[in-house]
């Protein structure tokens, strides 16, 4: 009997001897490591920022250009008065400041002085254009009276509006644009009116004028009869446009493609104001059998 208790005692310490052994290896747990910042370093400054262009500072693209054009730019619609400024070389002495109309007419032309202070290179110049009279398209030309360069001619096509003006759309036939000749076809050129008036009547008037002598070399022509004048042309609360014609309108016209074509003219050209939605066309107040083949 004393001999199991002593073999029960021996197991007991034996398995207590094993099992403070095995905690005892066990791994210290990792302690997360840390790290202290610096904050007596301030962070370093963002790199500066490019400085922005500067009208009037050379740049490498423009070295050795006669003639620089600043303003205005091109496509730019301008009312007067507006400025036409830029630099050249100060040893050309002057520039000429030209407007043309789009029939190639001269409309307006100065020469100005280039002046510089002295040892520059390049000399400024500015010229404030008033009233031309018109309105529409025209092209500004600026040059170097005294040279041959190419380089020497600025050229700006611009859109000169009054104040009180607005650009419109008016529609014309164009065989070189619809050489299959769909008589319904039209294409439009821009207009500039007074935003004064009736707005439907303005964009008929300048349908009437027809396309200009430049847009003509293009292929634009009008299918309306000469001295055709407008009557009255007014809108009802449905957005339906009656625009009333003297017998011109009618008279001496043959032919259904004629007739189709006049007919999509009128109509383009009212139908571009999102207030309308249909177009009555009429001679003297009549309405039936106008602009029939």
């Given at each position: 009997?004393?001999?199991?208790?002593?073999?029960?005692?021996?197991?007991?310490?034996?398995?207590?001897?094993?099992?403070?052994?095995r905690s005892s290896l066990s791994p210290a747990p990792l302690q997360e490591e840390t790290r202290t910042v610096n904050t007596s370093y301030p962070l370093l400054p963002p790199p500066p920022e490019s400085e922005p262009y500067v009208p009037g500072t050379p740049v490498d693209a423009e070295a050795g250009l006669p003639l620089l054009l600043e303003t205005p730019v091109d496509g730019a619609v301008v009312s007067p008065p507006f400025?036409?400024?830029g630099r050249a070389l100060v040893d050309q002495g002057q520039v000429t400041?030209?407007?043309?109309?789009?029939?190639?007419?001269?409309?307006?032309?100065?020469?100005?002085?280039?002046?510089?202070?002295?040892?520059?290179k390049y000399g400024r110049f500015a010229l404030t254009v008033g009233d031309l009279g018109q309105v529409g398209d025209l092209i500004l030309r600026v040059?170097?009276?005294e040279s041959d360069d190419p380089e020497a001619v600025q050229v700006r096509?611009?859109?000169?509006?009054?104040?009180?003006?607005?650009?419109?759309?008016?529609?014309?036939?164009?065989?070189?644009?619809?050489?299959?000749?769909?008589?319904?076809k039209v294409f439009s050129v821009k207009r500039t009116v007074s935003s004064r008036s009736n707005i439907f009547r303005a964009a008929l008037e300048a349908l009437l004028a027809g396309p200009t002598e430049n847009e003509a070399t293009y292929g634009y022509v009008s299918q309306l009869p000469a001295n055709v004048k407008i009557k009255s042309v007014g809108a009802d609360a449905d957005g339906i446009v009656t625009a009333d014609f003297d017998r011109n309108l009618d008279r001496g016209v043959a032919g259904s493609c004629r007739v189709g074509a006049i007919r999509a003219q009128i109509e383009a050209t009212l139908r571009q104001f999102p207030e309308v939605k249909s177009v009555v066309v009429s001679v003297e107040g009549e309405k039936e059998g106008i602009l029939q083949p």
């Open positions: 009997m004393k001999r199991l208790i002593f073999v029960i005692v021996l197991v007991v310490v034996a398995v207590l001897g094993f099992w403070f052994g400025e036409v400024s400041i030209a407007v043309v109309d789009a029939n190639g007419a001269e409309v307006f032309s100065r020469r100005l002085a280039v002046a510089a202070p002295a040892g520059e040059s170097l009276p096509k611009i859109s000169f509006a009054q104040p009180d003006t607005v650009e419109v759309q008016v529609y014309f036939s164009n065989q070189q644009l619809d050489p299959w000749v769909d008589c319904s």
